[in-house]
C-alpha cells in the first residue's frame, strides 16, 4: 500500500517530536544524588497542519469469479442416413448408392429417377427436329428427313376431274357442280 508523501512527512514530523520531548526529560536531572520522581508529562503543541489525517482507505477492490462451465459431451443423435450420390456403373449399367453413413448400396428408387432423367435429357439433346424435308440437330447439323412424303400435286385438269367427281358424290345436280366449278 502506498502512502502519500504528505502522510509520510506528517509521521516523520511527529517521530523527530517525540524525541524530542524524550530528551528533555532525561536532561533536567542529571545529578546522581537526586531522588527520582514521577515524570511530570509533557505537553506539546503541535500545528494543525503538522497532525495526521486520518486517510479513508480505498474500497477493496472485489472481483467476482464466474463459475466455470465444465464441458459436457453432447448425446450422440442418431441421424436416419441419406443419400449422397448415386454412381453409374457405366452405360446402363447398374446404379449404386452411396449413403452419409458411408455404406454404399444397390438400386434404389431415388438414383433409379436421377438416371431416368439423365437418359431423357441426353435423348432430348440428341433429338432433330424434324419439320419439313431436313431434320435439324439441336446442335444445328442437318439430314434429310427419312419421314418426309412428298405430295403430288395433280395438274389443274387432273385436279377439275377430282372436284367434278367430289361434287357430283356429294349428292349434287349437275347444273350446281357447274355453277360452282366454273
Not at 452405360?91 to 449413403?99: E, F, R
Not at 431416368?116 to 440437330?137: N, R
Not at 444445328?140 to 377430282?162: E, F, K, L, M
Request: proline share 12%; with cysteine.
Amino acid at each position: 500500500m502506498k502512502l502519500p508523501i504528505a502522510a509520510i512527512a506528517v509521521f516523520a514530523g511527529l517521530f523527530v517530536l517525540s524525541g524530542c520531548a524524550g530528551a528533555e526529560d532525561i536532561s533536567a536531572d542529571t545529578s546522581p544524588t537526586a531522588s527520582v520522581s514521577a515524570p511530570t508529562p509533557v505537553t506539546t503543541s503541535v500545528p494543525p497542519s503538522i497532525l495526521p489525517t486520518t486517510a479513508v482507505p480505498p474500497a477493496p477492490v472485489t472481483t467476482t469469479v464466474e463459475p466455470v462451465e465444465t464441458y459436457v459431451e453432447p448425446a450422440p443423435v442418431y441421424e436416419e442416413p441419406y443419400i449422397v450420390e448415386c454412381q453409374h456403373g457405366g452405360g446402363l449399367g447398374p446404379i449404386a448408392t452411396s449413403w452419409s453413413d458411408g455404406s454404399e448400396t444397390g438400386w434404389s428408387a431415388y438414383c433409379q429417377s436421377v438416371h431416368d432423367q439423365a437418359l431423357q435429357s441426353e435423348v432430348e439433346a440428341s433429338t432433330p427436329t424434324c419439320e419439313t424435308d431436313v431434320c435439324v440437330h439441336p446442335n444445328g447439323a442437318t439430314v434429310p428427313n427419312p419421314n418426309y412424303r412428298v405430295v403430288q400435286t395433280p395438274s389443274p385438269w387432273v385436279q377439275g376431274q377430282i372436284d367434278w367427281q367430289n361434287c357430283l358424290g356429294a349428292g349434287n345436280t349437275r347444273e350446281f357442280c357447274r355453277a360452282t366449278l366454273n
